[in-house]
């Protein structure tokens, strides 16, 4: 018998957001050529700024503060780990000082504009999961799957019918994926969650937070 579950679950949802790329352009005048390269001009500048750039390198801002370290290398960007925050920054971006690449930023402004970025991007992801979140829409799990049917949906949940079960479920649970809201469960994992959620007896439990009989 189908019966109503109200349960809380965390944000497994799929929060598809790439890193941005954060940095200020170093001048060709700020940098120092590196050995080999052209004297003067936009190639000569480009070639200087993406010398001193590798995996292991530590970069440094222009008052020789230390930036973070360079983990990899991914075609025209890098990613620079300052401890706090991991970026992809263009190449171009780099200049190349006498003890390694320098950036135009100082640490504190790298994981600044970072997490400014990253809050952005997150508040973008909840709103596209929230438009996502209909009634009538097929919920799927992270494999593609299908999770059940939203049936009904208010301010903060949604309700899910699983064909064995009616789980409501937080707007926050909700990632919006290709093919519409995706969370972070299968249907037997979800089935599985409502009914050990479901009290003794069967009977229905409340709205989440409630205990039974509004105890």
Not at 15 to 20: D, E, F, G, K, N
Not at 24 to 37: F, I, K, L, N, V
Not at 52 to 60: F, P, Q, Y
Not at 111 to 135: I, K, W, Y
């Amino acid at each position: 018998m189908m019966f109503r579950n109200a349960l809380l679950a965390t944000s497994a949802a799929l929060t598809l957001a790439a890193a941005p790329a954060y940095a200020q352009q170093t001048t060709a005048s700020q940098a120092t050529p590196a050995a080999g390269a052209p004297a003067a001009g936009a190639p000569a500048a480009a070639a200087s700024a993406q010398g001193g750039v590798a995996v292991g390198a530590t970069v440094k801002d222009t008052n020789g503060g230390e930036v973070g370290r360079i983990t990899a290398v991914e075609g025209a960007n890098a990613v620079l780990d300052t401890g706090t925050n991991k970026v992809s920054i263009p190449l171009t971006s780099f200049a190349t000082g006498p003890s390694g690449p320098i950036l135009g930023m100082t640490k504190v402004q790298v994981d600044q504009a970072a997490s400014g970025a990253q809050q952005q991007a997150q508040a973008n992801a909840e709103t596209s999961a929230r438009q996502a979140v209909t009634q009538g829409a097929t919920v799927r799990d992270a494999q593609g799957g299908e999770v059940g049917t939203i049936k009904s949906v208010d301010a903060e949940f949604a309700l899910i019918d699983t064909t064995k079960n009616e789980v409501r479920l937080p707007l926050s649970a909700f990632a919006a994926g290709p093919n519409g809201p995706v969370i972070g469960m299968t249907r037997a994992q979800l089935d599985a969650a409502a009914e050990a959620a479901t009290p003794a007896g069967g009977a229905a439990a409340g709205a989440a937070g409630e205990q039974p009989n509004g105890r």
